[in-house]
């Protein structure tokens, strides 16, 4: 089978490549046709399934059909399985079936910047009317400029809370974390502490970084960004696993594991929303697996020696510069994520539009949230870092998952692993 990350070289090469061909024949800066005879077709590919999201978007791209009749006449909305996205949608590329519009990973989002694969939005957005483009959290925009261009609309900005379940740290004697956080005492050790508590009262499970599932390392972000630590430098030439703030955190995850018992071991099924799990780092999405059976509470990710880190995970919207109809398209976005549609997206999709980022917004399409709870929403989204990302993300992914192995056992030391990461990514740093 092909590596997904020679499909993800290959995708956007072909991309780059045919953008730079259209560019030198006096095509402009798309490789498609600026100036079609009639109305196109546009094709958007998304990895959503849900039928309340696909509704939205295609109310949206109706609305716009009917006001622009001679420039689109369809939107299609395609879904690609999550697990399978980025292989599928850099195939498409390769293969000269690019959508006009895709939904990006975080993870590979410099890559995609980097590759020339994307159309610089940039001036379509400052050309549109009402658009206001400043209202835009500047943190937001970080991971898709370059060379003072812009080259995908972060719409989606998901921050990762903590969900507590009440029920257990009470049964179990705990402190509550709310009221930790009130006094200034909500820390990493604090968490560990009310974890492994719940467990020697309750059994169960207690602190689980959801989808980490010691496979997905990028996940730790939400903890070690309590101690400063990083994987790498932020021009992303430089490996920081070494760096003592990176073996500090990777240890008390670690000890929390293996001395603790506050967080369960590899192989170990944990599941909050199932009831038997003290509390878990997650993002707010994952509040539709609530089903009433206890009782809960979210509150921001702890501090930890370095202070409190909010984080979020972000999906990007951007044109493929080689699609049919990229013109259209931009046109297009700029109408999909204009304040007017960025409201209605924000039912689903955490917006980066600062005037939207206030509880009365979003309470709209949260429901199961308190307005103290979506307060907690808003300030974990202002001014957050992303997960992980590298142009070279996919090749970097697989290499420290392995390099990482060998920590998840008891008898393992951080500050011999964490800096052995270095010596295997060092190079893929530098392609």
């Known amino acids: 089978m092909r590596h997904p990350r020679s499909t993800l070289l290959t995708g956007l090469a072909a991309a780059s490549a045919l953008t730079l061909a259209a560019c030198s024949g006096g095509g402009g800066d798309s490789g498609g046709d600026d100036t079609p005879d009639g109305p196109v077709d546009l094709r958007m590919t998304v990895w959503t399934a849900s039928e309340d999201h696909l509704e939205l978007f295609n109310d949206i791209a109706d609305t716009y059909i009917a006001d622009h009749p001679d420039e689109v006449s369809s939107v299609t909305f395609e879904t690609v399985p999550f697990d399978d996205y980025t292989t599928t949608l850099t195939t498409q590329i390769a293969g000269g079936n690019a959508p006009d519009l895709a939904w990006i990973f975080e993870s590979n989002g410099p890559e995609f910047v980097a590759s020339g694969a994307l159309m610089d939005l940039g001036p379509t957005f400052e050309a549109t009317s009402g658009y206001d483009l400043e209202d835009v959290d500047p943190a937001t925009l970080e991971l898709w400029q370059s060379d003072g261009g812009l080259y995908a609309y972060p719409f989606s ?138 009782e809960w509470d979210i509150v921001p990710l702890p501090a930890g020696p370095a202070g409190q880190q909010n984080v979020v995970g972000q999906a990007g919207l951007g044109v493929l510069a080689n699609s049919e109809h990229p013109e259209a398209a931009a046109n297009f976005l700029a109408y999909f994520t204009n304040p007017e549609n960025s409201e209605s997206l924000a039912l689903y999709f955490p917006p980066p539009r600062t005037s939207l980022l206030n509880p009365e917004t979003l309470a709209e399409g949260n429901p199961l949230f308190s307005q103290e709870q979506l307060q907690t929403v808003v300030d974990s989204i202002t001014g957050a870092t992303t997960k992980p990302a590298h142009p070279n993300f996919a090749q970097l992914d697989t290499a420290v998952r392995s390099a990482l192995d060998p920590l998840w056992t008891a008898d393992a030391d951080a500050a011999s692993v964490a800096p052995a990461v270095c010596t295997d990514i060092e190079s893929l740093l530098q392609g």
Do not use: K
């Not at 630590?229 to 003592?244: I, L, M, N, R, V």
């Not at 955190?249 to 590899?266: K, N, Q, R, T």
């Open 157 to 294: 900005n998901s921050p990762f809370v903590m969900f507590v379940n009440t029920d257990r740290v009470s049964e179990s004697g705990q402190d509550n974390p709310a009221d930790l956080l009130a006094d200034g005492e909500w820390t990493y050790d604090a968490a560990r502490d009310i974890s492994a508590g719940s467990v020697d009262e309750l059994g169960g499970a207690g602190l689980v970084v959801r989808d980490f599932d010691y496979q997905i390392w990028a996940n730790l972000a939400t903890v070690w960004g309590g101690w400063g630590a990083e994987p790498w430098s932020a021009d992303g030439s430089t490996c920081e696993f070494g760096s003592q703030e990176m073996i500090d955190a990777l240890s008390w995850y670690h000890d929390a594991v293996f001395e603790d018992g506050a967080i369960p071991g590899p192989g170990t099924s944990a599941d909050f929303f199932a009831g038997d799990t003290t509390m878990t780092i997650t993002q707010i999405s994952r509040a539709s697996s609530l089903d009433g059976s206890f």
